[in-house]
């Protein structure tokens, strides 16, 4: 799979808007990019995948850029709940059922 | 539905103890998961299975055997406990669809030996 950065950590104030950064700039033309959150205490959850085009969904939206070396997870309304550490994978249609990496992510704190 | 089940929650052992940590899942997927998560770092996978009776090796396997003899269970076994064993291990489980393959964790066990 290949390679992403995040930054390792991130501050946002409740109510406000969080845009989480991740960069792949040696990605595939067949890599979904995922992101997963992993709350305190508790296994990491799904949050919102995408391929080539930005994706909404009940939890957070996804913008990709448009040559798809990076992408942003987009929180609209932080609220104290979001405080997780947020991973963004790459996963090739070739890679199905090995190894998905988990680097260090974002540790997203929410300030009330 | 009850997901990915992992029992027990928390467990103390001694040095040179065995124990096995359980998994099953009820969405009945193919592909499962072990993975380790050390206090401040991400996930490392340490056995994974693409279905019954098929099994392999992840990053970190030493220390550690796996059997899936069915679609529901993934069990991992730990034969001789070293303290560098002490971890959170999660269990997962994943399908795919349209495409794109979406893991479902449990809730980790916390491992402790000393």
């Known amino acids: 799979d290949a390679k992403t950065t995040q930054p390792n950590s991130m501050e946002s104030n409740e109510e406000e808007p969080v845009h989480l950064p991740c960069n792949h700039s040696t990605i595939s033309g067949t890599d979904y990019i995922h992101w997963y959150r992993q709350l305190p205490s508790q296994g990491p959850e799904y949050v919102i995948h995408?391929?080539?085009s930005n994706v909404n969904n009940r939890m957070a939206s996804l913008a990709i850029a448009e040559d798809r070396k990076s992408s942003t997870l987009i929180l609209h309304r932080a609220t104290l709940r979001d405080a997780a550490v947020y991973y963004c994978?790459?996963?090739?249609?070739?890679?199905?059922?090995?190894?998905?990496?988990f680097g260090p992510g974002t540790r997203l704190s929410v300030l009330p | 539905n009850a997901g990915v089940t992992q029992t027990p929650k928390f467990r103390i052992l001694k040095i040179g103890q065995s124990m096995t940590l359980q998994c099953a899942q009820d969405m009945n997927h193919n592909y499962m998961y072990w993975y380790r998560q050390d206090p401040g770092m991400g996930l490392k996978l340490i056995y994974y299975?693409?279905?019954?009776?098929?099994?392999d090796k992840g990053e970190v396997p030493n220390g550690y055997n796996v059997s899936r003899s069915t679609t529901e269970d993934f069990p991992l076994r730990l034969e001789l406990a070293a303290p560098s064993q002490t971890s959170v291990y999660f269990c997962?489980?994943?399908?795919?669809?349209?495409?794109?393959?979406?893991?479902?964790f449990g809730s980790g066990t916390q491992l402790s030996v000393l």
């Open positions: 995408g391929l080539t």
């Open positions: 994978i790459l996963r090739g249609v070739n890679n199905y059922g090995q190894n998905f990496v």
């Open positions: 299975s693409v279905g019954a009776g098929i099994t």
């Open positions: 997962a489980s994943s399908y795919l669809s349209g495409g794109y393959e979406k893991l479902f």
